[in-house]
C-alpha cells in the first residue's frame, strides 16, 4: 500500500510534535512507500520508503506558496499513493479532501481536541474515517468517529532505569504553560505540603514552555506567585524539552501533577503511567483510571495537598508496574498505528 501523510511538522526534536516522528516511522515499516506533506521539517531519520515534502514554513515563506506547494504535491504526487491519512488538522482535509474522493482514495482525519468549529464540521462531511483518542476529545457527534486511544511508545518510557534521588521528592507538571493548564492550583498546593514538611527536600519542577501572548503574561502571574509563597528554591521552570528526552524526566521523579482543564484524555498522564510513574490529576478524563492513578476535584489545591499528603506519608512513591502493564494493553502506540493502517486494507 501507498500511503499520503499530512501533517503539521516532521521535527524529532520538535518539543510539542516530536513524537510523531516515531509515528511516522512506524507507519513507513507498515506500507510500501509513505510520503508526508508537511508544513514545517526540521531534523528526522527515515527510512528509504519515506518521501518528506515541506510547505516551507520553516524557510519563512508566505502562505500563498503554502498553498501552492500543497497543490502541487498532491497532484504531482498522486499515482504514489493510494489513501490519505491527515494528523490533526482538518484544513488539509478541506483543500485537498474533494480531488482525494474523487480520485476514490480512503481519507482518515486523525483528530483529538475539544474544539468544534466550521473546519472540523466541513472536513467531517468529506472524510471517510475519523480516528480520536477518547471521545472528549472529538466533540462532534458523528457516526464516522472511533475511539482509539493515544498511541503511547511504552517500550520508550517503561525501559528507562529509575533516577531519582532517595533523599528528596521530586513533583513534576509538563505541558504548554496557560491559563487552561491551571497551575495555580498545582503551585498553592505544593505550597501547602512544604508548610505542613519543612524538613522534607520537595522540589516542583515545571517542563513546558508559553506560546502566546497571554501564555507569557500567565507565566508572569505565576512568577509572582511563587515569589509570594517564598518558593523559589524549590519551584523551577525548566522549559520545553524534546519528546526523546522526556523518558529520563519521568525516570527522575516521583509524581506527576496534571491539571489541565481541556476535559481530553491528555497522552502527557499515559506517558507518566508508562513509565510507571505516580499520578495525581483533576480531569475527568480519567474517571475510569481507579487504582491507576490518584484523582482530586479540579481547582482544589487543598483537596490536592490532602492527596499528595496521604501519598507522602503513606509512602506510596514506588513504580506502578500495574499502570505500565495497563497502557501496555490499551494505548500502545503499535496497537494503534495497526489499526490505522487497518482501515486502509480494508
Known amino acids: 500500500m501507498k500511503l499520503l501523510l499530512i501533517t503539521q511538522t516532521v521535527d524529532r526534536d520538535d518539543t510539542d510534535l516530536g513524537f510523531f516522528h516515531t509515528w511516522i516511522k512506524k507507519i513507513a515499516g507498515q506500507v510500501d512507500t509513505l510520503t508526508v506533506i508537511c508544513l514545517k521539517k526540521g531534523d528526522y531519520d527515515f527510512p528509504l520508503n519515506v518521501n518528506v515534502l515541506s510547505l516551507g514554513k520553516e524557510e519563512g515563506t508566505s502562505r500563498f506558496v503554502y498553498l501552492f506547494r500543497f497543490y502541487r504535491y498532491i497532484f504531482s504526487e498522486r499515482k504514489h499513493y493510494d489513501h490519505v491519512f491527515v494528523h490533526m488538522n482538518p484544513e488539509y482535509l478541506i483543500l485537498g479532501g474533494f480531488f482525494w474522493r474523487l480520485s476514490r482514495k480512503k481519507v482518515l482525519l486523525w483528530y483529538t481536541h475539544k474544539a468544534v468549529n466550521f473546519k472540523l464540521r466541513l472536513a467531517e462531511k468529506i472524510a471517510t474515517k475519523i480516528f480520536t483518542a477518547s471521545k472528549e476529545s472529538f466533540r462532534l457527534p458523528s457516526k464516522k468517529v472511533e475511539v482509539l486511544g493515544h498511541g503511547i511508545d511504552v517500550d520508550l518510557f517503561s525501559n528507562i532505569s529509575d533516577t531519582r534521588k532517595n533523599n528528596s521528592v521530586r513533583l513534576m507538571c509538563v505541558g504548554r504553560i496557560s491559563l487552561v493548564k491551571d497551575l495555580e492550583t498545582v503551585i498553592l498546593g505544593f505550597h501547602k505540603v512544604v508548610e505542613k514538611h519543612p524538613e522534607r527536600a520537595l522540589v516542583l519542577d515545571i517542563i513546558g514552555e508559553p506560546i502566546t501572548v497571554a501564555d507569557q503574561e500567565y507565566k508572569k502571574v505565576l512568577e509572582e506567585l511563587i515569589q509570594r509563597l517564598n518558593l523559589s528554591d524549590k519551584l523551577r521552570f525548566i522549559g520545553g524539552k ?28 499515559l506517558e507518566a503511567l508508562a513509565s510507571g510513574l505516580r499520578v495525581i490529576s483533576s480531569s475527568e478524563a480519567y474517571e475510569g483510571f ?33 499502570a505500565v502493564e495497563f497502557i501496555e494493553s490499551h494505548f500502545s502506540l503499535d496497537r494503534v498505528l495497526t489499526r490505522i493502517v487497518a482501515y486502509f486494507d480494508s
Open 242 to 269: 524534546k519528546y526523546h528526552e522526556m523518558a529520563k524526566e519521568y525516570a527522575a521523579s516521583d509524581i506527576l501533577v496534571h491539571t489541565s482543564k481541556t476535559g481530553s484524555m491528555d497522552k502527557v498522564v
Open 290 to 322: 481507579d487504582g491507576l492513578l490518584e484523582r482530586f476535584p479540579a481547582n482544589n489545591s487543598g483537596a490536592l495537598f490532602i492527596t499528595l499528603e496521604k501519598m507522602l506519608s503513606a509512602d506510596i512513591l514506588t513504580r506502578n508496574q500495574k
